[in-house]
Structures are given as C-alpha cells and as structure tokens.
C-alpha cells in the first residue's frame, strides 16, 4: 500500500494520498491545498484518483474538493450526516482561502462502509464529536483519523455539532479498540511528531485524563 503525507493549505492540514501500486487505483483525503503537488505525486506514483474523501465538513479541509474533482473526475465521498455542512458552508469562508465551493458529495457513507481502490479496503468508522459525521478510515496498519484525534490531543467540540462527550466515546468505543501498533495518521500537524500509534496514544493522550 501506498501512503503519501502531504501538510497542505494554512492551518497546517494534512492530506494524504493512498493507493494500490499494483492496480494504480488511489484516492485522496482531504486535499485542502497544494492540488497539484497532490496530482504530481499520484502520476509520479502511477496512481489514478477515484475517490476524494472528506474526514468531515469544515471548509479547511474541503477547498481543494472543486479543484480535484474538476482535474481527476473523482467520486466525492462524506459521511452522510455531514452533507448538509458540505452543501451549506457559505461561499465567503471558501473565498478567504482563495478556493471554489465544494461540489456536492457523490458518495454518502455511514458506519461501517468499505472505500475500496484496488486491495485496499478502507473501512469508515463513524466518530461523532467534532462534527456529527467525523469519520475515521481504518485499514490493518493505518488509521487517518481527521480531526477526530490528534498526536497528544483531539478536536474541538465547541462548534456547532462537536460534543465533548460524544468524542470521548468516539475515542473509547471505537479508535482505542484498534490494535495498539495501527499508526494514527492525524488531520493536522498539531503535534510533536507527524504521526503516533493508538497504543501511544492510550497511554499518553492527555485529552481522557
């Protein structure tokens, strides 16, 4: 399996471009910037993008979506209690990035689903918290965890659809019932290191202190 990171865009988001180098099937994760740079590498890696997928519905990880699809004619992919953020976010928060609106999803997901290039299976892990429709993607090694969870800490919840107790159990029930070495691909580099393990995490995450 392929696995690209990319710091994109002005928050310090990370994208990531995952592919299957032997069929040359990939797809993206929250191409927030630098599209370009994101194509160079998927040709330089002799991968095609089929898929573009948001983690969730804020506009910082979504201004390269219009971009990307117009390029690659790639299926957008949402949880499906995110569409309306997607379908709703006002243009002016897109213009101060300098980016078109996003199109609207093609694909909705729930809990549950597989995201499939290739080999590779991404299984989607419905994490509310930081938004309603927060999912995580898990493969056996891998987790891209948006901004579900960070290295050293974890989304805010006082936007409108976060709660705090809601990610708690996201993180409980779901990402910290995954095997201890699966390495936690994060949505930002907010941390010491670009990326962690969940067993790391478990021990020294501070946010369930």
């Known amino acids: 399996m392929f696995v690209k990171q990319m710091q994109v865009g002005p928050m310090a988001v990370f994208a990531y471009l995952v592919g299957d180098p032997e069929t040359g099937e990939g797809l993206v994760i929250d191409p927030a910037a630098r599209v370009d740079d994101i194509l160079r590498q998927a040709r330089e890696n002799h ?3 089929q ?6 519905g804020h506009v910082d990880h979504m201004t390269g979506n219009a971009e990307m699809k117009q390029k690659t004619g790639a299926r957008l992919v949402v949880h499906e209690q995110d569409a309306e953020l997607v379908m709703f976010t006002p243009l002016p928060l897109y213009r101060m990035h300098g980016a078109e609106k996003s199109p609207y999803p ?9 995201i499939v290039v290739g080999s590779i299976s991404l299984r989607v892990l419905h994490t509310p918290g930081h938004t ?3 999912i995580c993607l898990y493969t056996p090694g891998y987790v891209f965890t948006g901004d579900t969870l960070f290295v050293g800490s974890a989304g805010r919840t006082d936007f409108p659809g976060g709660s705090r107790a809601m990610l708690r159990r996201s993180l409980l029930e779901k990402l910290f019932n995954l095997p201890d070495d699966t390495v936690v691909m994060p949505g930002h580099n907010y941390g010491s290191t670009l990326s962690s393990t969940i067993g790391h995490e478990k021990l020294h995450n501070p946010y369930l202190k």
């Open 106 to 114: 093609d694909l909705l997901v729930k809990d549950g689903d597989d």
């Open 132 to 134: 309603l429709g927060s």
């Open 51 to 56: 898929y573009i997928v948001n983690t969730h």
């Open 47 to 49: 991968l095609e993008i």
